[in-house]
């Protein structure tokens, strides 16, 4: 499920870049650059804070994946996800032990950026998010 849905992001954000930059949606186009076409994974977490972190995340011009952390989805699919996002970020409040450990060597294996989120609000995330647009990191 977590795979098709994003495949069929990444297919969506392929085609838009192929785009003449006239025909850019406003809200992208406006967003910080540094951040512009990013692609992040977020494990754990609260279901009912996952709309509002993709707002944060599409604010600046980037893609949130979410993963549950192992509460329905399988840990093992965080493997698959991993290869094709820019960082990882992991609220420490609202993880399992076990997703947090695959993330982390995961991240160690592919050259990804672990950053862990002191909570699961979108504060948080929008903080991590405005702090590494400045650093240039996106």
């Known amino acids: 499920r977590i795979e098709e849905a994003f495949m069929a992001k990444k297919n969506r954000r392929k085609a838009a870049r192929s785009e003449q930059k006239s025909d850019e949606v406003t809200r992208v186009a406006d967003a910080p650059e540094g951040l512009a076409g990013r692609s992040f994974l977020y494990v754990g977490g609260r279901d009912c804070q996952v709309a509002h972190l993709r707002a944060v995340a599409d604010g600046f011009g980037a893609e949130l994946i979410h993963h549950d ?66 650093r240039g990191n996106g």
Do not use: Q, T
């Open 69 to 134: 952390g192992g509460l329905r989805e399988a840990v093992s699919r965080i493997d698959r996800v991993l290869p094709s996002v820019d960082c990882v970020f992991c609220p420490i409040d609202c993880i399992s032990h076990d997703a947090c450990v695959r993330v982390k060597s995961g991240c160690k294996k592919f050259n990804k950026a672990f950053i862990p989120l002191r909570n699961g609000s979108k504060s948080s995330l929008e903080r991590a998010l405005h702090s590494m647009n400045e």
